[in-house]
C-alpha cells in the first residue's frame, strides 16, 4: 500500500486546496460569513474503456455557520454515469453529498443527473450549525467520451452551493479527480502455444479424451490499478485531510449504504457494484458439437482472474466438466454453443494495485469428435465487458472494444488436393493416373487411420472436357482405405493437354501419372512422374481449406 500512496502523491502533486468566493461559508446562511477548504483525495486514474468509471472524491471542511437548507450543484466535464436508483418514487442515483460530524455520516443524499448530463444536482440538503465535513462520493463518469487519443486527460469537477437563492460557496477553479489513460493492451495469442492457434483434420478431430491445447490468449494492464476487483481499498488521513479515506482501486464506491433523506430509507445498491473488472471470450461461427473448454480460475502472481463469477444467466450453458482421463486438465468447464456462439466471461478477484503490468493468460481447448463434418474458423472477440444497458444493471459496464478479432483453431476437411502438372491426350498420348488411399498401414500416417472417400478432377488446358471441374474420377465411387484406383485420361478428357487437380476426400492421398504415346510399338515413347500435394491456405473466417502437404 506504501508504494501505491507515493505513486499518486508522484502524480498529482499536492492536495487540491481551494478557497471560498463571495466570502461565504460552503453550506450555511448567506447572513452567516466564514471560511472553507475543499480538497480531493488524489486523482486516480481511470481507464478510457470505463464508461462508469469512478472520481476521486472531494471533501470540503465547513465550519460553524447558521443551520440552513439548500441546494449542491456538481458539474464535471464528462457525462455523469452514476449507477440510477428509485427512491420514494423519485428517479436519483447514487452519486452520494454526505454530511459527516465527529466522523460519523449523519445525513446522505442521492443527486439526480439528465441522462447524458455533466451535472448533478443535490436537492433539500440540510447543513448543521455546527462545523461538519462536506464530501461527495460514488461520482461515475463515461471516460470514453474523453478525447480520442488524448494522454493522461484530466477529469475536473466543480461546486456550486446556493442556499435561500443565494449562492454561498463555489469552487475558484474546477477540481482535478481524475485523468483519463488507456486501461488495456489489445489481447494477443501467446506464443507459447505453438503453433498458435492449432489447426484440426475433421476426421481425425480433437476428441476431449485426447485433446491438445487450441489456443492461449493474454490480457495485460496498462497501469497499475487498471484490473480492479469488485471491492475498494483505503488511504491513511494524511493524504484526504485528517480522515481516513477510501480510493476506487475495486469497482465499487467510497460510501456503501447509508441513510437518504428521501423517505428516511436505507438506499439499497448505493455504491454498490455487481463484479470486477470483467472480461468476455465471445466466440462466433462455433459448429454444434464443438465443446470450448475454459479453465475456471487463472492466476499470475498477485492477479487472479475467475471464470463466471456474476452475471452467469448471460454465459452459455456450461456442459460437464472433462471426463476422468481427459488429457484436458482439472478446473476447466465446458462450453457448448448457443445459436453458434459461445460467451464467458472472467472477473477479476485478486489483484495488487501496486504491481504494473499484471496480465493473466488464457489457455484453451476446441474438442471435436472424430470424422467432424463441419468446417471453418471459430473467431473469439476478447474484451472487457459487459458493454452499457439501459436501464443500468451493471457496475462497471465498458465501451464498445475496437480489438481485432482473434482467429483461432480451424477445422479443416480430411482431404488432399493433388496436382498433376502435365497430362495429355492429344495427338496420340495418353496419360494414365494412379491414386492410392494410403491411411491403412500405419506406417504413411504416423499411426493414424485413415478413411475413405472419392475424388473429383479438374482440367485446366486446351481440349477442356464439359464440364471441366469437379468431374467424378472413373474409379469405384469411393476408394477403400489402403486401395488404389487408376483410369486414362482419355476416359474422361479426350484430346485435352495441360494440367489437372484431383480433390480427394481424404489425407493420405498420393497419385502417380505415366504418359505414353504408341504404347506397344518399338517407337513409343513414355515417362512418369509423382503428383505434387498442394498445401493448406487458411485464407479466412469459415473458408475451408485448400489441401493438405504430405
Known amino acids: 500500500m506504501a508504494k501505491f500512496q507515493s505513486y499518486l502523491v508522484s502524480i498529482v502533486g499536492p ?42 472524491d472531494v471533501i470540503v471542511s465547513c465550519p460553524a455557520s447558521v443551520a440552513s437548507t439548500g441546494v449542491v450543484i456538481i458539474t464535471m466535464n464528462e457525462p ?29 443524499y442521492p443527486g439526480a443527473y439528465p441522462p447524458g448530463g455533466t451535472q448533478i444536482t443535490f436537492s433539500g440538503v440540510s447543513f448543521p450549525a455546527s462545523a461538519y465535513t462536506l464530501r461527495l462520493s460514488n461520482i461515475r463518469v463515461n471516460s470514453s467520451a474523453a478525447p480520442n487519443g488524448t494522454t493522461n486527460f484530466a477529469i475536473t469537477e466543480s461546486i456550486f452551493v446556493t442556499s435561500q437563492g443565494v449562492a454561498v460557496f463555489a469552487t475558484p477553479a474546477p477540481i482535478i479527480v481524475g485523468y483519463v ?24 478431430g480433437n ?26 481499498t483505503s488511504l491513511p488521513g494524511a493524504l484526504c485531510g485528517g480522515a481516513v479515506c477510501s480510493v476506487t482501486n475495486g469497482e465499487e464506491g467510497s460510501y456503501i449504504g447509508g441513510i437518504g433523506v428521501l423517505g428516511n430509507t436505507v438506499l439499497a445498491g448505493l455504491g454498490s457494484a455487481t463484479h470486477g ?20 480460475v487463472v492466476s499470475n502472481g498477485t492477479l487472479t482472474v475467475t471464470l463466471g463469477v456474476a452475471g452467469t444467466g448471460s454465459l452459455s450453458p456450461l456442459s460437464a466438466d472433462a471426463p476422468a482421463g481427459s488429457t484436458i486438465p482439472a478446473g476447466y468447464s465446458g462450453f457448448r454453443p448457443s445459436n453458434g456462439t459461445v460467451r464467458a466471461w472472467y472477473d477479476v478477484t485478486a489483484t495488487d494495485n501496486t504491481v504494473l503490468g499484471e496480465a493473466f493468460t488464457v489457455t484453451g481447448y476446441i474438442t471435436a469428435p472424430a470424422n467432424f463434418a463441419a468446417t471453418g474458423l471459430p473467431p473469439v472477440m476478447l474484451t472487457v465487458a ?23 483453431s480451424a477445422f479443416r476437411a480430411c482431404q488432399t488436393n493433388l496436382l498433376f502438372p502435365y497430362i495429355s491426350s492429344q495427338l496420340g498420348f495418353d496419360t494414365g493416373i494412379a491414386i492410392s488411399n494410403t491411411g491403412v498401414d500405419g506406417l504413411v500416417t504416423g499411426g493414424a487411420k485413415g478413411t475413405a472417400g472419392t475424388c473429383s478432377l479438374s482440367f485446366y488446358g486446351t481440349g477442356l472436357p464439359t464440364p471441366s471441374t469437379q468431374i467424378p474420377a472413373p474409379f469405384a465411387s469411393t476408394l477403400p482405405v489402403g486401395s488404389t484406383g487408376v483410369f486414362l485420361v482419355s476416359s474422361v478428357a479426350v484430346g485435352f493437354q495441360g494440367y489437372m487437380i484431383a480433390q480427394c476426400g481424404f489425407i493420405y492421398a498420393h497419385g502417380f501419372a505415366f504418359i505414353v504415346n504408341g504404347f506397344g510399338t518399338a517407337s513409343g515413347i513414355s515417362m512418369g512422374y509423382l503428383a505434387n500435394a498442394l498445401p493448406a491456405v487458411r485464407s479466412g473466417i469459415g473458408a475451408g481449406p485448400e489441401g493438405l502437404l504430405f
Open 181 to 204: 489513460v488507456n486501461g488495456f493492451s489489445q489481447p494477443v495469442l501467446n506464443t507459447s502455444v505453438t503453433p498458435n492457434p492449432v489447426d484440426y483434420l475433421t476426421c481425425t
Open 386 to 408: 459487459p458493454a452499457p444497458s439501459t436501464p443500468s444493471a451493471d457496475i462497471p459496464t465498458f465501451n464498445a472494444s475496437s480489438n481485432p478479432v482473434l482467429i483461432l
Open 80 to 108: 455523469v454515469t452514476s449507477k440510477p436508483l428509485q427512491v420514494s418514487g423519485s428517479q436519483v442515483s447514487d452519486a452520494t453529498l454526505q454530511i459527516i460530524q465527529g466522523g460519523a455520516v449523519v445525513n446522505a
Open 277 to 296: 473488472t470483467r472480461f468476455e471470450f465471445a466466440f462466433s461461427n462455433v459448429p454444434q458439437n464443438i465443446v470450448i473448454y475454459l479453465p475456471t
Open 15 to 56: 492536495l487540491v486546496f481551494a478557497g471560498t468566493i463571495f466570502g461565504q461559508v460552503c453550506g450555511g446562511s448567506p447572513q452567516a460569513p466564514g471560511t472553507s477548504q475543499t480538497l480531493n483525495v488524489p486523482p486516480i486514474l481511470d481507464r478510457y474503456e470505463d464508461t462508469t468509471a469512478l472520481v476521486s
Open 207 to 232: 476428441p476431449v479424451a485426447a485433446a491438445t491445447v487450441s489456443f492461449s490468449a493474454t490480457v495485460k494492464e496498462n497501469f497499475g490499478g487498471a484490473f480492479k476487483t469488485i471491492t475498494r
